[in-house]
């Protein structure tokens, strides 16, 4: 790698390949933000007025507003060693607002949520985990001009050979990829540990992919667009046949996080593939970063920085249920906010007064110390009405690619209505799926009177139990 043999030679812990796979970034997290999918920003106008519906989000205008103040002041750094509370029961909205605060932020802002109570491990002390998450949300922009070898794979034939060492099996000695581009084509003879790179890659000929020229490392960029299809939906990419030679330099755009470099520096550097990474991580349950591990890794990056290879690119951390810390992790937390590269950090809460978790008589609002909460700007989300809920349907409707026969939206928000937003939602995909049972494509209103048969919402499902006396009471066995 070219930017790293600039740096000053590879002091300690952290050694050349600083940089992680990329097959090994974190998005074991995205399933969280998946709910989410519909939300594309805050949905203000440049007066910073929200409109009653914009960007996927519907109603809750003063809480967007307000957090759209908060952008601003994050913009113009104004907003370090602060905090961003939001408070209001729950589906009411918060998580959504805080990834919309991520999204107004900037393109491919790291999103960092977590949950209160995620600190309580028996494995890693709870200020680490909060540390972090901290450093997961601060993600690295690399730039860098490489060697390699791009273009559509016309060819990909594995050579093997008489295994030597044992008489019978057959090895790959190399394999054989053909590339094409618009100018030209190129045939590589490789060797077998890119082929099971491409394997594993899941690459077969009609794929444009590019290969490294120094590592060897094989990615894949997508499929040719000769070979697109006239499917509607689709989670396939398709890109145009590159131009130029195959053999070419390329600038090549990483985004990392730092949370992502302590890790893969934490671990002994076995092969870049995914295999070794994962070898290593059941090997030594959970690795331990270190906080001279951080610092190095902070040294790498602020040369990165200085040599313009790399750009900061300050993320927001979400910490969910945030009563749920304890008095030792808000002390940490004061401090982590006062640190030089802290994110933006975002808090949630659905609770009132609450005693703060590891004393035992300070009770506070939301259950966060004062000396916290002073730091903390608190935004109030509301409930919504029934029409509200009904719009928020029909977009995850679409979004999820269902379709709604008549009444069925009335239905479903008055439904959430009873119950909440988030239970109107989720009715949505077993009704589907019920839907499909009777072998249609669409929603009816009988699938959501079924439901109602088959499950409960959380109000009725409590007063049921209160009536005849609980499960304990005696009378259920
Ligand atoms: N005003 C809104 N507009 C659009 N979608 C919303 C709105 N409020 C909540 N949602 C959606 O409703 C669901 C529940 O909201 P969520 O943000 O998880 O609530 P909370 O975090 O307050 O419990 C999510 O799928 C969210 O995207
Ligand atoms: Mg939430």
Redesign the pocket.
Known sequence: MKATSATPSTSAPVAHNALPPPSATSNARSSRIA??S??KGLGLTSDGLAAPDGA?????TNAREACGVVVDLVKSRKFSGRALLLV?A???????LALAVSHELGNKVPFCPMVGSEVYSTEVKKTEVLAESFRRAIGLRIKETKEVYEGEVTELTPAEAENPLSGYGKTVSHVIVGLKTVKGTKQLRLDPTIYEAILKEKIVVGDVIYVEANTGAVKRVGRSDAYASSYDLESETYVPLPKGDVHKRKELVQDVTLGDLDAANARPQGGQDIMSVMGSLVKSGRTEVTDKLRREVNKVVKGYVDQGVAEVVPGVVFI?EVHMLDIECFTYLNALLESPMAPTVIL?TNRGNALVRGTTDVVSPHGVPVDLLDRCLIVK?DG?NRE?IGK?VQ?RANVEGLKLGPGVLERIAEEGERGS??YA?QLLTPASILAGLSGRNQIEVEDIGEMNELFLDAKTSATNIGADGGFDGGKMW
């Open positions: 709910p989410h519909h939300i996927g989000f519907i109603g809750q209001g729950p589906g009411t909205g918060k998580t959504a969910d949630a989300t919504y509200q928020v977009l937003m988030r939602l």
